[in-house]
Each structure stands twice: as C-alpha cells, then as structure tokens.
C-alpha cells in the first residue's frame, strides 16, 4: 500500500517561512492533480493550494502571493513553500493526491503552528 508521508511542520513566528513536502513511498499509477489541504481547529478541511499534472496552479484567495506549490514527478513529490505566514495559518497541513480511477491518497498530516 503506497503512503504519503509529509515533512516540513513545525513552530514558526509571525512573518516567518516554513517549506512542507511529500513523497511516496512507492510508484502511484495515473497521477492527476497534486494538492495541499489544511485543517485548523473547530473548522472544515479546506484546500490551500493545487497543481495539474500540466503544471497549472490554483490557490485559495488568503494564500495568494504568499505560498507556492510545486511537484517533482520523477520523485511523486509534492511540496508547499509557505512564506509571510499569518497566525490564521496554523493548521494541520495535509497532502493530497488524486489518480485516475482509484481514490485520492493523503498524507497523515503536518501541523503548522504561526505564534509569537
């Protein structure tokens, strides 16, 4: 059974920069989109960040300008380079991965934690 397993959490001051990744821990057939999802307490899972097999990328509006996603095929890697981050970040990071006719995979979760 193939895994996501995320790196990269942590305790990080207001302003501050913190980089997550993922990879699998072995070869996923029919990758499509790649994503990160966040989940802070008392509310809903919501998607941060997406990248298509083709490269595009979409955000979530309170995110624009301040991370980046990106992927690394050869390696099935997916990474969120958060930059500027605001106490309303902190969450549990989750990684997510969609493939064609089987269900999503995700990651077990990272916090992120943005206090002074």
């Known amino acids: 059974q193939v895994q996501l397993v995320e790196s990269g959490g942590g305790l990080v001051q207001p302003g501050g920069s913190l980089r997550l990744s993922c990879a699998a821990s072995?070869?996923?057939?029919?990758?499509?989109?790649m994503g990160w999802y966040r989940q802070a307490p008392g509310k809903e899972r919501e998607l941060v960040a997406v990248?298509?097999?083709?490269?595009?990328?979409k955000y979530v509006d309170s995110v624009k300008g301040r991370f980046t996603i990106s992927r690394d095929n050869a390696k099935t890697m997916v990474a969120l380079q958060m930059n500027s981050l605001k106490p309303e970040d902190t969450a549990v990071y989750y990684c997510?991965?969609?493939?064609?006719?089987?269900?999503?995979?995700w990651g077990q979760g990272t916090q992120v934690t943005v206090s002074s």
């Open positions: 072995g070869f996923i057939f029919g990758i499509k989109d």
């Open positions: 997510n991965v969609q493939r064609l006719g089987s269900p999503d995979l």
């Open positions: 990248i298509t097999s083709g490269g595009s990328t």
